[in-house]
């Protein structure tokens, strides 16, 4: 099993531009989450799912959206990017308590 | 309603114990801790649920007092393998996983 991957590493955006983050997870687990995590700081929730086609917001959704159309596939969408949105990325799956964290993709917006 | 960590920063010799602990503002139904190495993603370690129920690895122990709504994570003759940024993260209710995180606690472990 590759757990959950993500792509890509690492991008650098110009402001105003959009991109989408890939996460793919083959466990066949319901709940995935995104994470932002800024340089020195911890974890925060931007958007979670239960299952294919339910998601719901976390604490820091503004800037982003997200679909679930598929048990494996969580993309995350970055529309009009804004440095505030410079952070590193990490995708999560889990079955039921314990998330698998992805390798995670770090965002640079100039 | 982010749960504050404390302490922010420890250093251990190994062989040493350290209590990292967890506070939340708010009453909790779960409280979860991860360990994060620099340049990696965090790594499972405890769940601690509402009603005494511990799940995770054998080698960590924790506690969890629901009234005074705090966590306590107890790493016991440290090892070097221990270094890295401990995380806890909080559910006010059974919500799939919807942790809010605490900021933090850096350990290192020294030889």
């Known amino acids: 099993n590759a757990g959950v991957t993500q792509t890509p590493k690492f991008r650098i955006l110009k402001i105003g531009q959009s991109m989408t983050l890939q996460c793919t997870q083959d466990?066949?687990?319901?709940?995935m989450y995104w994470y932002r995590q800024d340089p020195g700081m911890g974890l925060k929730l931007i958007y979670y799912?239960?299952?294919?086609?339910?998601?719901d917001k976390g604490e820091v959704p503004n800037g982003y959206n997200v679909s679930r159309s598929t048990t494996e596939d969580f993309p995350l969408r970055l529309e009009l990017a804004a440095p505030s949105q410079t952070s590193v990325y990490f995708c999560?799956?889990?079955?039921?308590?314990?998330?698998?964290f992805g390798p995670g993709t770090r965002l640079t917006v100039t | 309603q982010q749960p504050v960590q404390s302490p922010q920063a420890v250093i251990l010799r190994e062989g040493e114990d350290a209590v990292i602990n967890c506070s939340s503002s708010?009453?909790?139904?779960?409280v979860h801790w991860y360990r994060q190495k620099h340049g990696e993603a965090p790594v499972f370690l405890m769940i601690?649920?509402?009603?005494?129920e511990q799940k995770g690895h054998e080698k960590i122990s924790a506690s969890f007092n629901e009234k005074k709504q705090q966590s306590s994570l107890y790493l016991t003759a440290s090892q070097l393998s221990y270094s890295g940024t401990y995380f806890c993260?909080?559910?006010?209710?059974?919500?799939?996983?919807?942790?809010?995180f605490g900021q933090g606690t850096e350990l290192s472990v020294k030889p």
């Open positions: 466990m066949n687990h319901n709940y």
């Open positions: 601690l649920l509402k009603g005494g």
């Open positions: 993260g909080t559910e006010g209710g059974n919500q799939g996983g919807k942790l809010i």
């Open positions: 799912s239960v299952g294919a086609g339910i998601t």
């Open positions: 999560a799956s889990s079955r039921q308590y314990e998330q698998y």
């Open positions: 708010k009453a909790l139904y779960s």
